[in-house]
């Protein structure tokens, strides 16, 4: 390669190290800062902050959602299916996807006590795309919205 | 190293507008041919053929226009990336001429991924927005491309923008492995990766056959798309040239 040419590559290349180091620390300094929400065992092992805005993310176990009969209000347990469990409570509109045995991140405050009140919950889903049929084979069931609006569909034709 | 010497001779008539010009005209039906055909397989099979989701329904074939558009809107840049340092190190003219060609077209893919991503949140994560680690990568990438376009026309002598254009490009490439790993590294509302690498994509062959058909359409577009746009770049910069005027005459009398 021309002596010149390889100059101007190595500076190429060292502008491009130099740029990645940078934004390289600067990702790794901000790192928990980036994570869109508190997972449950950060939030028992009392690492969230209380009383502030904050998100929590997790799956709602299985058998832990009691529903309001007279109101929208629910409540429910956040777990990461590893023994770290922290009670929500919420008032107001469930996003479809939510269900027990699903994703979601909730925004709200933790109190002293350790129940999350949430303002908002949304739904998390995973990269698993399954046709019907073949997630009844495999044990896994939709919230009973989304369930009821798959069964019309499939009676619509 | 040594490297073969076809490589090196296409190298070297690459360094020809001209050249580039003339063997591209060629392959602009096939490609514009294999695009519709292949994103018309994959749109027709995947919007009325492939079988809804079990748990979003039918609101999850927006992937059919969101991951394509999303792995795109990379690919477009990383292109850029790499005639940035083309042009940095050999000073190849063709190299500006397909970054100034392939930004406006990348942008708009990056565009496309953000709002078919916005559509697709709402129904499913019950909001159009999330402050997450993809989500705001991809959006830094949209700002990229515009503040290449923006680059380019802010400064008067074309040869000081095509340098200040690919050092942003080049400088922007550490974005790409950020967007890429985004959802592995951190903690986000959006969902995995759908296609890997080295692992089958999750979900069944009649969902993904038709995404992929779909990819390749969007590559084949967007190969299309960026050829058409550098040819006029080349026709535009190279227009005092004898064989421009002599290719233009030609039209001309044609028409």
Redesign the interface.
């Known amino acids: 390669m021309h002596p010149k040419r390889k100059q101007r590559l190595t500076l190429v290349a060292f502008l491009f190290a130099g740029v990645a180091v940078a934004v390289g620390l600067a990702l790794f300094a901000l790192n928990e800062n980036i994570n869109l929400f508190y997972p449950p065992d950060q939030i028992a092992r009392g690492e969230a902050p209380v009383d502030q805005r904050i998100r929590a993310g997790g799956m709602v176990l299985e058998g832990s959602v009691q529903r309001d009969p007279g109101s929208l209000a629910v409540r429910f347990t956040l777990s990461d299916m590893a023994g770290h469990d922290v009670p929500v409570v919420y008032e107001g509109i469930l996003p479809d996807l939510f269900g027990e045995g699903q994703g979601i991140v909730a925004t709200g405050r933790l109190r002293a006590n350790g129940t999350f009140e949430a303002s908002e919950v949304l739904a998390k889903h995973d990269e698993n795309y399954m046709p019907p049929e073949l997630a009844e084979l495999a044990g896994r069931k939709a919230p009973e919205g989304q369930r009821a609006g798959l069964a019309t569909l499939d009676a619509g034709g | 190293m040594k490297v073969p010497a076809p490589l090196v001779r296409l190298w070297h008539r690459l360094g020809s507008p001209r050249w580039f010009f003339e063997t591209t005209a060629p392959w602009l039906p096939w490609l514009l041919g294999f695009g519709v055909v292949l994103l018309g397989a994959g749109a027709f099979w995947g919007l009325a053929l492939a079988?809804?989701?079990?748990?979003?329904?039918?609101s999850?074939r927006i992937?059919y226009v969101h991951v394509p558009a999303a792995i795109l809107a990379q690919s477009c840049y990383m292109l850029m990336g790499t005639c940035g340092?083309v042009l940095?190190?050999?000073r190849m003219k063709l190299a500006d001429m397909v970054l100034e060609a392939a930004a406006p077209i990348g942008a708009s893919f990056t565009a496309l991924a953000l709002v078919t991503g916005a559509v697709w949140g709402k129904?499913?994560?019950?909001?159009w927005w999330?402050?997450?680690?993809r989500v705001t990568s991809m959006l830094i990438l949209l700002f990229l491309y515009l503040g290449i376009i923006g680059l380019r026309q802010a400064l008067a002598r074309p040869e000081a923008a095509g340098r200040a254009c690919a050092?942003l490009a080049?400088?922007g490439?550490?974005n790409i492995p950020?967007i890429k790993y985004s959802v592995d590294?951190?903690?986000?509302?959006h969902?995995?990766?759908?296609f890997k690498l080295t692992e089958k994509p999750?979900?069944?062959p009649?969902?993904w056959i038709p995404l992929l058909l779909s990819v390749l359409g969007f590559y084949a577009l967007f190969i299309w798309s960026v050829l058409q746009s550098t040819r006029v770049v080349v026709l535009e910069r190279e227009r005092r040239t004898a064989w421009v005027q002599n290719f233009a005459a030609e039209q001309g009398s044609k028409a």
């Open positions: 079988p809804a989701d079990y748990l979003q329904g039918n999850f992937i340092v940095l190190v050999w129904p499913t994560w019950g909001t999330a402050w997450d680690a050092i080049i400088v490439l550490v950020i590294w951190w903690l986000t509302l969902q995995p990766s759908t999750a979900m069944p009649s969902m």
